[in-house]
């Protein structure tokens, strides 16, 4: 055989051999998935250690770890005022405290989320370790959980503290004495804690002093709390092998009390005063920012030109955003409009250095450029075209905000470009279309909501569903502030009818005779519509169809607004309370649901859907499915498998279990 094909067949035959080892090998399966998180094994100081003399803390685990955000998550108990240095190698975790150790005090390091395996990601969560550096170690805890005042998400990652110093100013004036952070579902847990009395506050320390700025967010409890244990029982499962039933197996264990708090964090909203920003962006406006809201305005005098010392007031109009921050003036005087540079004395309250408002005073300069004339271009006239040209005649701006389809519960509103110093309401007509024909009715009037607002209006009025209107305004019926009139302004539109919309009337218990406010969210957690309590009953009427949620706050002042909290008041913010599922509204439904507002723990009334700090999911954990309450829901979609038909009938809401929180501590 020619040696060509001789090695040709030895490839052959060798490469059939391996194809058939291959076949008999089978693929290897593996093993199972590791979804257990590391273990500890060990440390030094090991856990209890009494007397500790070091500052390097170095903790083993069954396998090789990683660390999650280590310098936010790992938290040191009594607070370091130097920054810990944390690493990881192989299936060790260091540590080393670079503040002197305080004598004869308990140590905590507070692990939090931050550990996981290397492969799969199992997080431990919840890992704590202690030591102290005398000859006792204190053991007492407390625990609960933070959600956010306004939204009842559940706060992560923020700081929780306490003080025996039970002064109403230490929260502001020292560092917590024993500090941990919440974890993604918003709980926490005070580690190694001395037999006393404690105020607790959460508190988002943003520049890392442990303690409270006045524009931190804040949450307190309202009462001193003495943590205590009490021995229990509790029930463990033990997991056998494949195939063998687990069992249950009881053992004696301690509960550390109290483990139930509730603090609800909010933001006094309080930001120091002061002149952020002034500028001239047109010849003919002067606009300033101010730092805070307000309830003064500035002083504003002319230094300069002809009309030095006048008041602003004399020779400008103010056009103010509600809190008074934003300011801009509209020169009325064209004499000052068409000068390069302007100033004024300014005379405005400002923040000191004591956190007291004061009055203060500035020298303010606008300037323009001057402007570069254009050069015109000279074209040759043509023989037909005409010696003279008229100029257009120039109007101010005057538009409608409304649309072509107009809501029965809403006005019409109006907007000038200038503010308005003349509007004739008599040259304002308004007409119905009757088949194909117009007829003149009383048309809206126009006022000026608010006094400081000088270019916008609006007008109630009380409309025919499904009828198309036409509002005119004459030429010349407006003039604003540099004698312009306006152009004919003519605005056709269609009311919708009633069976557009959809209501919701929720019949509320569990107020005890406060005064509760209902609020319709949409998708995304916003307010889309409002209405009190009266009686048990609130009604919101005129929802476009769709999906939405709802949410009621105690309007304890009676102010028909959520307010917040105050620490220097020692005043909780409002309390939340969320209707725990969502609410499917078709075309010409009005639906109605009972809502005992204490029939859930707070931790579990938000919907998962608009809830936004939801914890992390695990790697190979299934996607989140509907539960049966929320597969439910859908019946809406059909209205003959439900009790909720069209136009008037009534869908009754579903009962809950009812469970207090406890976030237990054992």
């Known amino acids: 055989m020619h040696p060509v094909k001789q090695l040709r067949l030895l490839l052959a035959m060798a490469a059939a051999a391996v194809t058939v080892a291959c076949a008999n090998m089978g693929r290897p399966e593996g093993g199972p998935r590791d979804e257990l998180p590391p273990v500890y094994v060990r440390s030094n100081p090991a856990l209890g250690q ?188 033990l997991t056998r092998h494949t195939g063998e039933r687990d069992s249950l197996v009881m053992r004696d264990a301690t509960r550390f009390l109290p483990d139930d708090l509730l603090l609800t964090w909010f933001n006094e909203g309080y930001a120091s005063q002061y002149l952020r920003d002034y500028k001239r962006p047109e010849r003919n406006k002067l606009t300033f920012q101010f730092g805070a809201k307000s309830d003064t305005l500035p002083i504003l005098r002319l230094l300069n030109t002809h009309r030095a010392g006048d008041e602003i007031s004399t020779w400008a109009t103010l056009d103010a955003s509600p809190t008074l921050d934003t300011l801009t003036y509209w020169i009325s005087d064209t004499s000052l409009v068409s000068l390069d540079s302007i100033t004024l004395e300014a005379t405005y309250l400002r923040t000191d250095t004591l956190d007291n408002l004061v009055w203060g005073t500035d020298t303010l300069k606008f300037n323009m450029r001057p402007e570069k004339k254009k050069k015109e271009k000279k074209k040759k006239k043509k023989d037909d075209e005409e010696a003279d040209t008229i100029p257009p005649v120039p109007h101010m701006e005057l538009r409608m905000l409304s649309g072509s389809s107009q809501d029965l519960h809403k006005g019409l509103t109006l907007s000038a470009g200038s503010p308005v110093v003349r509007f004739d309401t008599a040259a304002i007509h308004l007409e119905i279309q009757v088949d194909t024909l117009w007829y003149r009715i009383v048309p809206p009037k126009f006022t000026r909501p608010e006094p400081l607002r000088p270019m916008v209006f609006t007008a109630p009025y009380k409309w025919e569903e499904g009828t198309k209107y036409r509002l005119t305004i004459d030429s010349a019926a407006v003039n604003d502030i540099y004698g312009l009139d306006n152009a004919q302004l003519v605005h056709e539109f269609t009311t919708k009818k009633s069976e557009d919309y ?47 949620y709802a949410r009621l706050f105690i309007d304890a002042n009676d102010d028909g607004e959520w307010t917040t909290g105050s620490i220097t008041d020692s005043i909780q913010p409002e309390e939340v309370y969320y209707y725990p599922k969502k609410i499917n509204l078709k075309k010409n439904w009005t639906i109605e649901q009972s809502w005992n507002i204490n029939e859930l723990p707070v931790d579990q009334q938000k919907p998962q859907e608009i809830k936004k700090n939801k914890p992390k999911r695990k790697k190979g954990d299934p996607e989140e499915r509907p539960t049966d309450d929320e597969e439910e829901d859908e019946f809406f979609d059909d209205p003959f498998m439900n009790s909720a038909t069209r136009s008037g009938n009534l869908l009754n809401g579903n009962g809950y279990n009812n469970n207090d929180y406890r976030y237990r501590n054992y």
């Open 502 to 548: 959809s209501a919701i009337s929720f019949n509320v218990s569990g107020l005890d005779g406060r005064k509760g406010i209902v609020e319709v969210l949409s998708s995304s957690d916003k307010p889309v519509a409002s209405a009190p309590v009266n009686g048990d009953l609130a009604t919101i009427r005129y929802l476009s169809p769709g999906t939405y």
């Open 50 to 237: 009494l007397n500790f003399k070091g500052n390097k803390i170095t903790v083993d685990f069954d396998e090789n770890i990683q660390l999650d955000d280590a310098m936010n998550k790992i938290v040191v108990s009594p607070a370091q005022h130097t920054t810990p240095a944390i690493s990881s190698n192989g299936r060790r975790v260091t540590i080393e405290l670079r503040d002197t150790l305080i004598p004869n005090t308990t140590y905590t390091l507070d692990f939090a989320d931050a550990v996981k395996d290397l492969n799969e990601g199992n997080v431990l969560d919840g890992f704590a370790m202690d030591f102290a550096t005398g000859d006792t170690i204190d053991t007492l805890r407390i625990s609960g959980m933070v959600f956010e005042a306004r939204t009842l998400e559940p706060a992560q990652g923020m700081l929780v503290g306490v003080y025996s110093n039970l002064s109403d100013t230490a929260i502001s004036t020292l560092p917590f004495e024993r500090i941990t952070k919440t974890n993604q579902l918003g709980q926490f847990t005070l580690r190694n804690l001395k037999a006393g009395t404690y105020r607790v506050y959460a508190l988002n320390d943003v520049n890392r002093d442990y303690h409270w700025d006045r524009s931190e967010d804040v949450a307190f409890y309202d009462v001193a709390v003495s943590p205590s244990s009490e021995p229990t029982v509790i029930t463990d499962t």
